[in-house]
């Protein structure tokens, strides 16, 4: 194009489709031919000096520019790019050839402002992580493309419905495909052609639809205007225009300068930042909630990225990734599916195989009619698990530089895929990334969660899972208000919390996470807070909540190297309190208060037992005198609560399923012996007592996690009582008990349910067993088969590093036998 041309059609208008590779084409192709002096894109002009870093090559997409109110940086909104977004390609080819690059769509300052109004007249959530104002603003908008958020709440009219009907197709994403994402740019003799068709569209829709119930459209319309007709006096007409396809027809029509800025008067304004963010495949997708993003973003980037032969370079990445998974493809395979695609897309009418065609085929072919290796590939090649970097040159928070160094020293990259992490708190370098993860927690950025840690249940490993979101820099910047670094940030935060806490539990929790974290500072506040808190709190179930957690911390000090002394203490009173006001607030509850109780009296056994063990371990590591007495203190503590549970399991006031909670422990722990607990039952089982309390006995004796299931197989006086006695339940109150009596058995596992089953079926006590031998177990021998244990013999040695020996078995002054036997 000449410069008389310039003057004769005036800027050069690109109509695009956001996220559209076939628009990305078609744009590098146009500024090619062009050669324009300055390129303007459809985008926040704050985001002006950012382009350079564009540059960078550390910059890959994809990647989105953030805005967020300073004051307010919740308030945010994103800009997304991929490398074949059509102002990505504009933004890269303006670098190449050091072209100015400006952005001129409504500045983010009212953007954000905007919404701000919005939330206070209708108390939505415009602008929030999910970047729901992009749409309104600009390079992820509405526009060219697909709805965003707000079409589904207004009327608005999708230009891509619209033309896709016209022309006889119910699909518009096929509709596109066809008349665009399968055109060859570089093959086209005039390649302004296909953006002037597209403006004469848009215009028929324009004169049809008005503004298509886009409100805001006039006035980001009004000032695009009057950014273009600033560049025009500044460059002259040799300026292109890269924007959604729907806002050409207005960039092209007359209106004066007193009307745009007419439309522009008395914006709302927001003090605002804005920087580059990574991002991921996942956010361009619909499917993650980002409402102006496309259906399939790794397959929109191969057809921008294919040189040559698309389908038949996508169904090689597909075999390849199926391969990887331990299916069987072959190259014939492929050839197959290649075949299939097009046969398909020959049936449809279509001038190439589309998504459609080709995941069709992969279906039939690859997956042999399975969705789930289909559902695989859609997953990690039709959207993708990309997560696109920014260099460090971009601006920042410093909370968000130091979460960055953070990550650098503890080799701990941010991933879009979701992954597991294996922590062992003994290394360093683990304890340091634990660190860092409870601390973010702390800060509401839930970059990682803690998962079930697999072969060890020790305080010394940990299991996250682990993943990266883009929101999560928002999260970021909104907690730069509490600190510059990740742990002065947290600690902030911590101490902030501790003092707003209005539940005891949520201190206690809170102390659990400090010590997690690694927040001494935060430490002291958190336990005058928690001190306070429990003086002042009277409710058992309050207390009964907050002491396990608070018990737990205290696990922590011999692996992570914290002083928990005054948690000792906090805790210690605690179980106290506990103690002397459980047996009175226990008397008279309903059932589903009962039922809560009984969740608190099992919290509070297990946090007993864990500050018993605490004390022992806190012991070793003083002088003899102290341990001794922590031990003494700790089993005197343990003697109270028991003392607690025989009182609970003798008031007749007391429910059912907590009273055969209590005698449940108490035979557990040695308290009560197998023929008390027997006669404890006998009488509560008597035909004096209601069936439902009865009922509600034998739940909380046996019910549960406590494996109540294997005590009723291998103890047969305890399953003849409840035989006799559930077999003796009078019929019309037979049904009352019986759902308790489901919910009890139905915890079982199957082989534990299969084998009361048969002892019912056989009749307790009637087990077969020779003279003067034990009564067996069903699926075991009456005694230990000794030719079957020395078989471990050889491996038991070479364990131990003992040497070898002759007939060890036999040897009785062999020392070695001694070992064997005891393990034996």
């Known amino acids: 194009m000449t410069d008389s041309a310039w003057e004769r059609t005036g800027p050069l208008l690109l109509g695009v489709r956001h996220h559209g590779p076939g628009s990305a084409r078609a744009v590098r192709a146009a500024l090619d031919a062009a050669r324009p002096r300055a390129v303007l894109i459809e985008g926040p002009p704050e985001a002006d000096a950012l382009i350079p870093l564009a540059a960078d090559p550390e910059m890959r997409p994809p990647v989105a520019l953030l805005a967020h109110a300073v004051d307010e940086p919740g308030r945010s909104a994103f800009w997304p790019l991929a490398d074949f977004s059509p102002e990505w390609v504009a933004v890269r080819w303006a670098l190449e050839h050091e072209v100015p690059a400006r952005f001129i769509d409504l500045p983010a300052t009212h953007t954000l402002a905007w919404g701000r109004e919005e939330d206070t007249a209708a108390d939505g959530d415009e602008a929030g992580a999910d970047g729901a104002e992009a749409d309104e603003a600009g390079a992820d908008g509405a526009a060219g493309g697909a709805g965003g958020p707000d079409a589904e709440r207004l009327m608005r009219v999708d230009p891509l419905a619209a033309l896709a009907e016209a022309a006889g197709y119910d699909d518009p994403e096929r509709w596109w495909e066809d008349v665009v994402e399968h055109r060859d740019a570089a093959g086209e003799r005039d390649v302004f052609a296909p953006f002037a068709a597209v403006e004469e569209a848009m215009g028929a829709l324009r004169e049809t639809y008005g503004a298509g119930g886009r409100d805001r459209d006039p006035v980001r319309e009004a000032h695009m205007r009057l950014r273009l007709r600033a560049a025009q006096r500044e460059f002259g007409e040799a300026v292109a225009v890269v924007c959604g396809a729907w806002h050409v027809p207005a960039l092209r029509a007359k209106s004066s300068v007193a009307a745009d800025k007419e439309l522009l008067k008395g914006l709302p304004k927001v003090r605002t930042d804005m920087t580059w963010v990574p991002w991921t495949n996942r956010r361009l997708a619909r499917a993650s909630g980002y409402g102006a993003g496309i259906d399939s973003p790794g397959w929109y980037g191969h057809l921008f990225r294919a040189p040559d032969r698309p389908v038949e370079r996508w169904l090689t990445r597909v075999a390849g990734l ?66 696109g970097e920014v260099p460090e040159a971009a601006p920042a928070v410093p909370l968000q530089r130091d979460l960055a160094r953070e990550q650098r020293r503890l080799r701990l990259k941010p991933e879009a895929l979701e ?102 500072e935060a430490l002291p506040v958190v336990m005058r807070a928690l001190a306070d808190r429990a003086a002042l709190d009277t409710d058992v179930g309050h207390l009964a909540q907050a002491l396990p957690a608070l018990v737990r911390s205290l696990r922590y000090g011999d692996v992570r190297g914290t002083d928990t002394g005054a948690l000792a203490e906090v805790a210690a009173g605690l179980a106290e309190r506990v103690f002397v006001g459980l047996p009175p607030v226990c008397a008279a509850l309903d059932a589903d208060a009962a039922e809560e109780m009984r969740g608190h009296v099992d919290a509070v056994h297990t946090a007993v037992g864990l500050l018993g063990e605490t004390g022992s371990v806190a012991g070793s590591e003083t002088a003899a005198g102290t341990a001794q007495g922590s031990e003494s203190g700790h089993r005197d503590l343990r003697r109270r609560w028991r003392a607690v549970l025989r009182t609970l399991s003798g008031r007749d006031t007391v429910p059912g399923v907590l009273r055969g909670r209590a005698v449940r422990i108490l035979l557990d722990e040695g308290e009560l012996g197998p023929p008390e607990a027997a006669r404890l039952m006998g009488l509560v089982l008597s035909p004096g007592t209601p069936p439902a309390d009865a009922a509600a006995w034998i739940e909380g004796f046996v019910g549960g996690n406590g494996g109540g299931g294997m005590l009723l197989v291998h103890d047969e006086r305890l399953l003849a009582l409840v035989d006799t006695w559930l077999t003796g339940v009078p019929a019309d109150a037979f049904t009352d008990v019986l759902p308790l009596l489901r919910r009890t058995f139905s915890a079982y596992e199957p082989g534990v349910r299969r084998t009361l089953g048969e002892l019912v079926c056989r009749g307790p006590g009637e087990r077969t067993q020779g003279p003067g031998q034990a009564a067996a177990i069903p699926g075991f021998g009456a005694e230990a088969d000794t030719e079957r244990a020395d078989a471990v013999l050889p491996v038991l040695r070479l364990l131990l590093g003992l040497g070898e020996t002759k007939d060890e078995t036999k040897d009785d002054t062999n020392p070695d036998n001694d070992l064997v036997g005891a393990g034996r």
């Open 322 to 387: 199926l391969r990887e998974e331990d299916r069987i493809v072959s190259s014939a395979h492929v050839i197959e599916a290649v075949r299939l695609a097009e046969t398909l897309a020959v049936m449809r009418g279509r001038p190439l195989p589309g998504l459609g065609e080709t995941t069709d085929a992969v279906r039939a072919v690859l997956c042999e009619g399975s969705d789930v290796p289909l559902a695989l590939v859609h997953d990690r090649l039709v959207v993708g698990d990309v997560l």
């Open 419 to 520: 992954r597991e992490l294996e922590l062992d708190l003994r290394k360093e370098t683990d304890a340091g990334r634990s660190r860092l993860l409870h601390r973010l927690r702390l800060l509401g950025v839930g970059w990682g969660e803690p998962a079930e840690s697999r072969g060890s249940t020790g305080t010394f490993r940990e299991t996250w899972r682990l993943r990266w979101e883009p929101e999560l820099s928002v999260r970021v910047a909104e907690a730069g208000v509490w600190g510059t670094t990740v742990e002065g940030a947290a600690t902030a935060r911590a101490e902030a919390d501790a003092v707003q806490a209005r539940a005891l539990a949520e201190v206690t929790a809170l102390a659990e996470h400090c010590l997690l974290a690694g927040l001494p």
